[in-house]
């Protein structure tokens, strides 16, 4: 009994070595941004059914990790929610890789609220004194008199960073911001807490949280796009050089380009670069 | 003390304790139960026809005349919804225009450069027609029904210009006559009444239903279905019935939710009995069948895990746990018995002693930087590998996760095994080695399985270590060693962190959390079943 | 295993006509070679955990190198400005430090006592029958994967302490050291309950004998005998719950600051795992914020050596104490 197991597991270990030189598959591998991650997740689904020979592997480990795997010469393509820092650069460059951004789509951050806040309509200075502690009160910009719950995003996200260096004016946000790890979260607080104020990327935004007019703009599509809302970013594939015409690579960083490319990150609650 | 207060003291001390184990219990069930109980959900619930639709396209599953019979039974009713909706949009909203010109704009471009026109002749002409579509555009979203007719009127002059004679752009003019005939008999006030209320309708119609059958396939596999649960169907019922809206009493006051009949809110109109008539017939529409869902633990899912199963994360926890214990294992046993057998109490044993505790203590997240530092970038490559994250580098750095765990527990179980055994085996002459071969270990191993069990789950319910070393979020399954894997921990902390397809498809998300803790119960059976046979044998002999 | 007559059987005997007792020069030095060079390689593959522990210090300290040199380590320590990313980054992990130790006490608080009294109740108190049924439940208490534990924190724990307590936030202190203390306990069970049992059954009925109850035998004989091994089941459900990082991530609500009033465990805390876990990905790598994380992680392992030192002294002095009774 026991020399079957170990009869068995050796098998596998030996089916699994050997698989590496049966099958000689073109890989793809994407690490980087959990933001971009689900356009990517997508452009993988089709390309799979398109190229039955490609492999690709996407890891979500963050913007910074994305970097840092183009450097280390760990994947193909990073995936980034933010350009890339000088630092990054400069080593980069140092190890002989010349990263090329691709942008993929736009995001925009959308500051929430609960929907039973009968606030419409906040100013850039509003939202910021909120964030700093001045306004602790919803009836001081008009609403209820209820306590304002602030929610921020972690620190380290590209979201908070979005939002704290465009709208936040990089000032230091007070210490009882309560900080959450991703946007499904941020948009569950919202939705759960009644004096709730938070950000999210556009695409989560539903009926359970009500997105607010900053400095008289709405976040749409097409204030995005054209970049009249104040709190839209670009996302970002970066590539060790610009890949190869015609390699899968190529095709991966503009398949954002084509028609489908644009429905799938329009699904994905993004805004495409390009309006077809 | 009084003998009396001695005794009750006594009895609550043992009631306390009692209580303590019961308060495990409780904990055990308040953390199971639920988390079970919505990740069944996954397994067993009732599908809708776009369940087995969707079956079928994707995996050839379930009789394909049956399926057939059952969507076009569905279609009857489903055409009437459609024909509904479709004769109230004429005229509220124009997309459908809007899309037509520029369609008819873009072929006629295209028809310009295939027929070799080149230069300012090309954007001569091009310039002209492009007119034409704003002032058509224009139109499409004008109120004013003078204007409106105006407008055509003026393009209507253009018929037979020389600049698109010929072309598809003739197409125009066809358009513009049937935009004339739509709003001719129109009240276009009611476009401003009805324009968001009818897109709001029409999107959840399209989620429920799924796309008609004369679009074009949504690029996306989850866009290419509706509703394929009656949970989730249901819910969509309740919002096409039932507005919700936040009203304002009194200023200074939260809103307040109210729902509203949307049978009330297009009173007056050819939609009003569209929603009972949905209701009444929400059986026929959907055809709900409950359904025993087994190939969730086999199929692959789609991207952001909205259909499909967890089969390849299944086998990827599998492959790393059973790869982590066969490197793991050996070592822990090794050290465990240099630590009883060959030591002696020194201070080369304390270092290694307090080694071993500290490993136990070092945070998941600095094994998982550590794997990346040293298997992925130095161990790996020193042996020829590829220095990328793998298999291999994520089951070592589990390993070394899980080295305390293993040792610790085969420490115990030997030193548990009773002196006499030993030294009847060394008595009768075996040396040191076979006596603790033959004798020793075997009388240890059903505690080093125990051992075994507990590195087990703390294997494959780890996230971090993984996240750099070896697993994805989205990959095919494994081929070899040195390819990445997905696994559950990774898989359920991904959607929950990640999409906003997470948010929709609870189902899954609680269901690959259960399907983690049900493999690692399945392992701890497998490893308890062996622990009572061999205790058996040990016993019998 | 007849010709065991030398006490190596593997060897065959050399000469048949005589059966000697004296081993010849040659096969004593071999003998003796083989029991070295095997002990010496089984210590090579003991010391596997060692070589370990010293990799991963020596890698979180180089990583760590560039901060400590040029960072103030006073500053690092005391100050509870972390604002990593900002124009004049500021590097204070006073928060995250005691945002670890609050979270950790607060556990222990609930899970020690749980822990013993559950850990007594099997050794002493239940029969053996009882005892198989309930062993399990601390098993697969154990066996819960802590990804599940943090879904349970998340989707469960959250809304209802938030709905029950009227907390504004349910991701807070409270939350993550329940759940901190659910994951501590079943080491601090098994352990524990390993400890008590060692304890001699004459010990237990000399008490008795002498008319005690069981709850005086058991506090006065039994626990204060098996002190050192319940300290150290202690420190390993402390341990456990200082190294947790995904759990805590997820529960803590991860707001770097120190709660005030101090004791309000509503609030929500940031730890040091959670602080790595949750920014190692997305910061530069080699910026002075990386750097900064690997100092916090140098932190935690001399942390945990200090702790294990502590314990070592514990079990250490207990033994003597044991030795000379």
């Known amino acids: 009994m026991k020399r079957i197991i170990v009869c068995g597991l050796i098998m596998l270990i030996l089916v699994l070595a050997t698989g590496a030189i049966a099958a000689e598959k073109q890989t793809l591998q994407i690490v980087g941004s959990t933001t971009v991650g689900p356009i990517a997740d997508a452009f993988a689904e089709t390309f799979n059914n398109k190229y039955p020979n490609l492999d690709i592997t996407i890891k979500k480990t963050g913007s910074g990790d994305g970097a840092a795997a183009l450097l280390d010469g760990r994947c193909d393509i990073a995936i980034m929610s933010r350009f890339m820092k000088d630092k990054e650069f400069k080593n980069a460059v140092s190890k002989g890789i010349f990263p090329v951004p691709h942008v993929v789509a736009m995001d925009g951050v959308c500051v929430v609220v609960h929907p039973s806040n009968p606030v419409k309509e906040l100013t850039s200075d509003q939202v910021r004194d909120i964030y700093m502690g001045k306004i602790t009160n919803w009836k001081q910009v008009g609403g209820a008199d209820l306590k304002i719950v602030i929610i921020s995003r972690d620190t380290s996200s590209g979201t908070y960073e979005t939002f704290h260096k465009l709208l936040m004016k990089k000032k230091e946000m007070v210490k009882t911001v309560e900080y959450v790890n991703s946007n499904p979260q941020a948009h569950a607080r919202v939705k759960t807490t009644k004096g709730a104020i938070g950000y999210i990327g556009i695409g989560f935004l539903d009926a359970n949280v009500k997105a607010l007019k900053l400095d008289g703009v709405m976040p749409s599509r097409e204030t995005i796009a054209s970049g009249t809302f104040p709190l839209a970013r670009p996302l970002f594939m970066f590539t060790n050089g610009y890949p190869k015409l015609g390699s899968m690579t190529h095709k991966f960083c503009s398949f954002y380009l084509s028609e489908m490319g644009q429905e799938i990150v329009e699904a994905k609650g993004f805004v495409p670069v390009t309006n077809y | ?541 | ?325």
Not at chain 2, 67 to 95: C, L, M, P, W
Not at chain 2, 311 to 337: D, Q
Not at chain 3, 149 to 173: C, D, E, R, S
């Open chain 2, 1 to 541: 003390m009084k003998y009396n207060t001695r005794h009750i003291l006594n009895k609550i001390f043992t009631v306390v304790t009692a209580a303590s184990v019961a308060l495990m219990i409780v904990i055990l069930i308040a953390v199971l139960g639920p988390m079970i109980w919505r990740g069944s959900s996954a397994v067993f619930f009732k599908s809708t026809v776009e369940f087995r639709k969707m079956q079928l396209d994707l995996h050839r599953r379930g009789d394909k005349t049956e399926i057939d019979d059952e969507i076009s039974q569905s279609e009857v009713y489903r055409d009437f919804i459609y024909h509904k909706i479709d004769a109230f949009k004429k005229g509220i909203n124009t997309d459908y225009y809007t899309d037509r010109v520029k369609k008819i704009y873009r072929q006629f471009s295209k028809e310009l450069q295939y027929n070799g026109i080149k230069g300012d002749e090309l954007s001569r002409r091009r310039k002209f027609a492009r007119g034409i579509r704003r002032d058509m555009e224009k139109a499409f979203r004008s109120l004013n029904k003078a204007e409106i007719l105006q407008i055509i009127d003026n393009i209507n002059k253009f018929k037979g210009d020389e600049r698109i004679a010929n072309t598809k752009a003739v197409e125009f003019f066809a358009l513009a006559d049937e935009y004339r005939k739509t709003i001719k008999n129109f009240d276009l006030s009611k476009r401003q009444q009805y324009a968001q209320a009818l897109e709001e309708v029409e999107s959840l119609v399209k989620q429920l239903l799924g796309p008609r059958s004369n679009e074009p396939l949504p690029a996306m596999i989850m866009d290419r279905y509706g509703a394929t649960r009656l949970d989730l169907a249901n819910e969509l019922l309740g919002k096409i019935i039932w507005k919700r809206q936040w009203v304002q009493q009194s200023s200074g006051k939260p809103m307040i939710e109210e729902k509203i009949c949307r049978s009330t809110q297009f009173a007056g109109t050819e939609l009003e009995d569209l929603f009972p008539y949905i209701e009444e017939n929400f059986d026929k529409i959907t055809i709900p069948r409950f359904t025993f869902y087994w190939q969730y633990f086999i199929d692959d899912s789609t991207s952001g895990h909205y259909f499909g199963g967890v089969g390849p994360e299944i086998l990827g926890t599998l492959i790393l746990t059973v790869l982590a214990m066969v490197f793991v294992f050996p070592l822990g046993v090794i050290s465990a018995a240099y630590l009883v057998e060959c030591a002696s109490e020194n201070m080369v044993l304390r270092i290694i002693r307090m080694c071993i505790n500290t490993l136990a203590g070092v945070p998941s997240i600095v094994f998982g930087l550590f794997g990346l530092a040293f298997f992925v970038l130095v161990f790996i490559p020193f042996f020829g590998g590829p220095s990328k994250p793998c298999i291999l580098a994520a089951s070592l750095t589990l390993a070394v996760l899980t080295l305390p765990v293993m040792i610790r527990a085969s420490e115990e179980a030997i030193r548990s095994v009773p002196k006499t055994y030993k030294e009847a085996s060394l008595g009768l002459g075996a040396s040191q080695f076979r006596t603790f071969v033959k004798v020793t270990l075997p009388a240890a191993l059903p505690g080093i399985l125990t051992g075994v069990i507990l590195s087990l789950s703390r294997v494959a319910g780890e996230t971090a270590p993984i996240l750099f070393t070896g697993a994805c979020a989205f990959g095919s399954v494994p081929k070899s060693l040195f390819s990445q894997t997905r696994t559950l921990s990774y898989g359920s902390y991904d959607i929950a962190v990640g999409d906003k397809i997470g948010m929709l498809v609870p189902h899954n998300q609680y269901g690959m959390v259960v399907t983690l803790v049900l493999l690692i119960i399945c392992l701890n059976a497998i490893a308890i079943f062996f622990r009572a046979k061999i205790f058996r044998r040990l016993k019998g002999h």
């Open chain 3, 1 to 325: 295993m007849e010709n065991t007559i030398t006490n190596r059987e593997t060897e065959p005997v050399a000469d048949p006509s005589g059966l000697s007792l004296v081993l010849t020069p040659l096969e004593d030095l071999t003998g003796f070679l083989l029991h070295h060079l095997g002990r010496l390689l089984l210590l090579l593959i003991t010391s596997s955990s060692v070589i370990a522990v010293f990799l991963i210090f020596f890698f979180v300290i180089r990583e760590s190198m560039p901060f400590l040199k040029e960072h103030d380590m006073v500053e690092f320590l005391t100050s509870k400005q972390w604002y990593p990313e900002a124009d004049t980054p500021k590097f204070g992990a006073l928060s995250m430090i005691v945002g670890s130790a609050y979270v950790t006490v607060a556990s222990l608080i609930f899970a020690v006592p749980v822990g013993i009294l559950a850990a007594v109740f099997l050794s002493d108190i239940v029969s053996f029958r009882i005892r198989e049924l309930v062993k399990p439940v601390i098993e697969i208490l154990a066996a819960i994967p802590s990804v599940a534990y943090g879904f349970f924190a998340v989707l469960v724990l959250a809304p209802w302490l938030q709905n029950k307590f009227g907390f504004t936030t349910g991701t807070n202190a409270l939350n993550a050291s329940i759940v901190l203390s659910i994951m501590a306990l079943p080491t601090i069970i098994s352990v524990a309950e390993d400890s008590i049992s060692t304890v001699g059954r004459e010990l237990r009925e000399a008490s008795y004998g002498l008319g005690a109850t069981r709850f005086e035998t058991i506090f006065k004989v039994v626990l204060p005998t098996a002190h050192s091994g319940i300290i150290a089941a202690v420190i390993l459900g402390m341990m456990r719950a200082i190294g947790e990082t995904m759990v805590v991530w997820m529960a803590s609500g991860n707001a770097a600051q120190i709660p005030t009033p101090w004791w309000d465990l509503s609030q929500s805390v940031r730890t040091m795992t959670a602080s790595i876990a949750g920014e190692m990905g997305e910061t530069v790598k080699g910026s002075d914020h990386y750097y900064s994380l690997f100092a916090t992680g140098v932190l935690l392992l001399v942390l945990i050596f200090a702790l294990n030192i502590i314990s070592e002294y514990f079990l250490v002095s207990a033994k003597k104490k044991l030795g000379k009774i």
